[in-house]
Structures are given as structure tokens and as C-alpha cells.
């Protein structure tokens, strides 16, 4: 049994080495549409269930289609008039079943990294060889559809196997969103190459606040300007990463989006905020920080004595 895979060293927050971003900005800001789809009746999986209603289960099902028929268009507009780039967080079927959809990103050159196939289809239960095909699926389709070799993960409805980080790290992706542990990017350990986890904020994310605490639009708006404000505080010390993550299903309903606009004003207005994308943090965070953050990683356990808790039981 795994008690802990070991995927990062622990790495208190104070005393890191400052950390900046490009022309002196202090925190960077991205926003992450997770463009999903839902199957009618999705395949059965005996780690988890994709809906919680018998199948097939209508509400749930046309509540997320929603998404991509109308709150995308009205989620697109808002990020347009404050010239908020996405990093799409896609569930590759999108891209055969929603062109239309794909298309709109492509224009706005926005990033798209990986969420999956599915929101439906999980990687609890998968083999390595079928994690592997997964994986590459992932990688032809998005390259196939929009040209844009993928480098980051999110893994579908956040599901894992022991061996997905590893596993993506030997395809060549440099960064997954699925750790929640930090405001800053930090190095992961990985066998084969290189790889950060990606602030994805998930306390910010519309989904856990608009179906988990059920907070109102104008919350939601209160708590994003709350968070932007502490970071900023703390940011002649040290840069940090802030990401909203939204649902055009949430997100896109017409009386949320004014609260939506109200957020992204707010943050995009102050001048120490890099509008930015996961792709160009991750590259930025490795050109320039990535290695003074592997030494000092170093560093604080050879002071304090850290052994990894990975390990069977």
C-alpha cells in the first residue's frame, strides 16, 4: 500500500527565494475554462460513479451541456472585454462534438492542456498500458485539432492512478494542476524529466463555490478580490500565482456573469498582475526560477533532515 507517492518535498513558504515575473510584475493571473463533456450514459466504473441520479441521468446531464451551448459564449465575452486569454483545461471529446467551440479558442490563441477524454471516464482502475494509450490519445488529439503540443494536465473529475504523474512527466508535460498545495509553482519529483505543479487555486474554482459552499455571485466576486488583495500584500517578499478556475455551465449563467466581469476588472486593473497563461508561467517558472527552487529544496532538507514518505506500508 502507498502512504504517500512523494510527488514533492515539503518547502515552507517563508525564506524561499523571491520569486518574480516578466517587467517586474508580481503575481500571475490565468484563468482556466474546463470545456467538458458529459456523456448521456457514461460507462460504468466501480471506484466512482459519473452521475449521481440512475442513469440516465437527465438533470445532471443537461445541466453541463449547458456549457458548451450557451454559458461559453456569454463566459467568452466577458474574458474578451478584459483581455483575459483562456488555458483551457479540455476533455478531448470537445473537440469532435464542439468545433464550434475549439474554433473560438484557436482564434483567441488560447492554451489548451489536458482534462481527460470524458468527464466520465476516469483513470481509477486503468493498467499502465491503458493509461499509456490514454495518454496518448490526449496528445495526438490535441495536436491533430488545434496544432498545440500539450504540456499540462488536469486529470478528469481529478482522478488518478500511483503512476499518472510519472507517467505524464515521460510524455514530456511539464506541469499538472492536480496538487493543491501551493500559491507558487514548485518543482515535482518525477524519474524522467522536468515537471511543476500549477497553482490551480481550487478554493477559487466555481465549482466548489457555487455547488459545494453555495455562495451568491457577488461572494464569489468578494472572495476573488480578497485573494488578489493578500497575495499582493505579500508580494514585495515574493511573487505568486493566482488562477481562477470556471465552468461555463456555472459560470455562464446570465446571473452570474456580472460578478464574473466585476472580478476580472478588478484584478486586470492593478499593474503588478501578469495577465498571463499556464503554458507561458510554466515556461517562464522553468527558464528562470525552476533550478534556484530544485537547490534550495535541496538545501532545506539536507538542513533539517527530510526523508521522502513515499514507500509501501
Not at 10 to 23: A, G, H, N
Not at 70 to 80: A, I, K, Q, T, Y
Not at 201 to 211: A, G, P, Q, Y
Amino acid at each position: 500500500m502507498i502512504r504517500d507517492p512523494g510527488h514533492y518535498d515539503y518547502w515552507p513558504y517563508i525564506d524561499r527565494p523571491k520569486l518574480t515575473w516578466p517587467e517586474g510584475k508580481k503575481i500571475a493571473f490565468w484563468v482556466s475554462p474546463n470545456i467538458e463533456n458529459y456523456e448521456f450514459q457514461p460507462p460504468f466504473n466501480p471506484h466512482r460513479r459519473a452521475m449521481p441520479r440512475p442513469l440516465p441521468d437527465v438533470i445532471h446531464y443537461s445541466h453541463r451541456d449547458y456549457g458548451n451551448r450557451s454559458g461559453f459564449w456569454r463566459m467568452l465575452e466577458v474574458m474578451d472585454e478584459y483581455g483575459v486569454r483562456g488555458s483551457v483545461s479540455l476533455n478531448v471529446a470537445t473537440l469532435d462534438h464542439h468545433p464550434e467551440v475549439i474554433e473560438e479558442c484557436k482564434k483567441r490563441h488560447w492554451e489548451f492542456f489536458s482534462h481527460g477524454i470524458y468527464n466520465t471516464r476516469y483513470l481509477y482502475g486503468m493498467n499502465e498500458t491503458q493509461e499509456r494509450a490514454y495518454i496518448e490519445d490526449v496528445v495526438e488529439s490535441i495536436s491533430k485539432h488545434t496544432g498545440q503540443r500539450v504540456i499540462g494536465s488536469l486529470t478528469p473529475a481529478i482522478t488518478h492512478t500511483e503512476r499518472s504523474i510519472p507517467l505524464l512527466a515521460e510524455y514530456d508535460f511539464t506541469y499538472v494542476c492536480d496538487l493543491f498545495h501551493d500559491d507558487q509553482p514548485v518543482p515535482l519529483n518525477v524519474p524522467k524529466g522536468k515537471m511543476i505543479s500549477m497553482p490551480y487555486s481550487v478554493e477559487l474554482n466555481d465549482f466548489t463555490l457555487f455547488n459545494g459552499a453555495r455562495v451568491t455571485p457577488n461572494q464569489f466576486r468578494d472572495i476573488q478580490k480578497a485573494f488578489i488583495d493578500r497575495l499582493l500584500e505579500e508580494a514585495d517578499e515574493s511573487g505568486s500565482v493566482m488562477c481562477i478556475p470556471t465552468h461555463p455551465f456555472l459560470i455562464g449563467r446570465p446571473f452570474r456573469l456580472d460578478a464574473f466581469a466585476q472580478a476580472l476588472e478588478y484584478i486586470t486593473s492593478h499593474k503588478e498582475v501578469w495577465v498571463t497563461t499556464s503554458r507561458d508561467i510554466a515556461d517562464y517558472y522553468f527558464e528562470h526560477h525552476y533550478d534556484t527552487a530544485v537547490e534550495a529544496i535541496a538545501a532545506h532538507k539536507k538542513e533539517w533532515g527530510q526523508k521522502s514518505m513515499g514507500g509501501a506500508a
